[in-house]
T-cell receptor, first 115, second 112 residues
Framework: KAGVTQTPRYLIKTRGQQVTLSCSPISGHRSVSWYQQTPGQGLQFLFEYFSETQRNKGNFPGRFSGRQFSNSRSEMNVSTLELGDSALYLC??????????????FGEGSRLTVL | GENVEQHPSTLSVQEGDSAVIKCTYSDSASNYFPWYKQELGKGPQLIIDIRSNVGEKKDQRIAVTLNKTAKHFSLHITETQPEDSAVYFCAAMNLGNEKLTFGTGTRLTIIP
């Protein structure tokens, strides 16, 4: 069974640009969450999607957005990049059944460097 | 919102000895507490979790305990091996809102 797949794995952008990251969840998983990981702030929740609807959102500015498609794949977008956006962006998927609620499975992440 | 504190930030243990990592949480509504292991260059991997209706859960060399009254939970690794070296994160969630709040991580080093 394939795990959570994130693309691209590494990317370099300059300030002011925008970036789109992609996440394919484990087959059958309908919930997709995004987290930002930095040395200074640790792992922080960005947002969570279920059946193409954003159900939960963390405390990030509006430059950070996401969406989910009908096949559960998700994308997140960061516009007007700042140096502080350099981070590992992690996607996690969840099966979302009464007995499996909460178990998140993470991908390897997309490492974004903003110059 | 939820706040999770994790201690220690670094831990060195002789191979074969036990390691204990402790976390406290603030939101009494949290009812799901997973532990993740993150190796260099990889995403966090779920190693064990516990729900608030139980006080202890064990899986081979790994165990987690939960004290709801004191709002703290701990990870215990026995008979440590070199491959246990990694960064470990605790987290807390209120099931239903699908938002994990993570601790700051513990870098565990197993000394051969």
């Amino acid at each position: 069974k394939a795990g959570v797949t994130q693309t691209p794995r590494y990317l370099i952008k300059t300030r002011g640009q925008q970036v789109t990251l992609s996440c394919s969840p484990i087959s059958g998983h309908r919930s997709v969450s995004w987290y930002q990981q930095t040395p200074g702030q640790g792992l922080q929740f960005l947002f969570e999607y279920f059946s193409e609807t954003q159900r939960n959102k963390g405390n990030f500015p509006g430059r950070f957005s996401g969406r989910q498609f009908s096949n559960s794949r998700s994308e997140m977008n960061v516009s007007t990049l700042e140096l502080g956006d350099s981070a590992l962006y992690l996607c996690a998927s969840s099966l979302e059944t009464p007995t499996n609620t909460g178990e998140l499975f993470f991908g390897e992440g997309s490492r974004l460097t903003v110059l | 919102g939820e706040n999770v504190e994790q201690h220690p930030s670094t831990l060195s243990v002789q191979e074969g000895d036990s390691a204990v990592i402790k976390c406290t949480y603030s939101d009494s509504a949290s009812n799901y507490f997973p532990w993740y292991k993150q190796e260099l260059g990889k995403g966090p991997q779920l190693i064990i979790d516990i729900r608030s209706n139980v006080g202890e859960k064990k899986d081979q060399r790994i165990a987690v305990t939960l004290n709801k009254t004191a709002k703290h939970f701990s990870l215990h690794i026995t008979e440590t091996q070199p491959e246990d070296s990694a960064v470990y994160f605790c987290a807390a969630m209120n099931l239903g809102n699908e938002k994990l709040t993570f601790g700051t991580g513990t870098r565990l080093t197993i000394i051969p």
